[in-house]
């Protein structure tokens, strides 16, 4: 008994060691060359989305001159446009008490007439009065106011009027 142990010597921890060491100097590699790949990548995405937003403010340049000349045409056409329907509350609300109005006839230049009776002289003098004095109108005419009676013997006036809307 004599023998001393010896361990047995195998080549199989050297090899794992070995490759392990491969494999992890590979995989270190590996990583090395996905980031380099990944850093060229975000390079190019950075100069593409700097492109894009050049194309971006370009765009938009163009489309706040085209807005701001839709604007000014929208502004024109308001201003130029006439609410008849405001015209003719505006006038309604000067006709005093006595005078009757038969027909509104308008027309693009926003001159309106109007025709109708009333029961006095003075009655059609008040409507005019109140049209002359409105900010709504101007540029009162009368071409013609005739006196007359009905058949029931009553005295009217008719009258007709031209004006010109001044509210827009």
Request: glycine letters at 4%; zero cysteines; aromatic letters at 10%.
């Amino acid at each position: 008994m004599d023998k001393t142990f010896e361990a047995p010597s195998s080549r199989f921890l050297p090899t794992l060691v070995v490759f392990v060491f491969v494999i992890g100097l590979l995989y270190t590699f590996f990583l090395v060359f996905e980031r380099v790949s990944l850093n060229s990548s975000v390079a190019s995405i950075e100069e593409n989305k700097a492109e894009l937003q050049d194309k971006m403010n370009a765009l938009k340049d163009d489309k706040i001159a085209e807005l701001y000349s839709a604007q000014e045409l929208k502004t024109s056409i308001e201003e130029a446009t006439t609410y008849w329907s405001q015209v003719l509350n505006n006038l309604n609300g000067l006709v005093p008490v006595g005078v009757f109005v038969s027909s509104y006839s308008a027309s693009e230049d926003a001159s309106i007439q109007v025709s109708g009776v009333a029961d006095s002289f003075s009655a059609v003098a008040d409507f005019i009065s109140a049209l002359s004095g409105s900010k709504d109108f101007e540029s009162v005419f009368v071409p013609s106011v005739t006196s007359g009676v009905t058949s029931d013997g009553q005295d009217v006036v008719s009258f007709s009027l031209n004006a010109h809307n001044s509210s827009k």
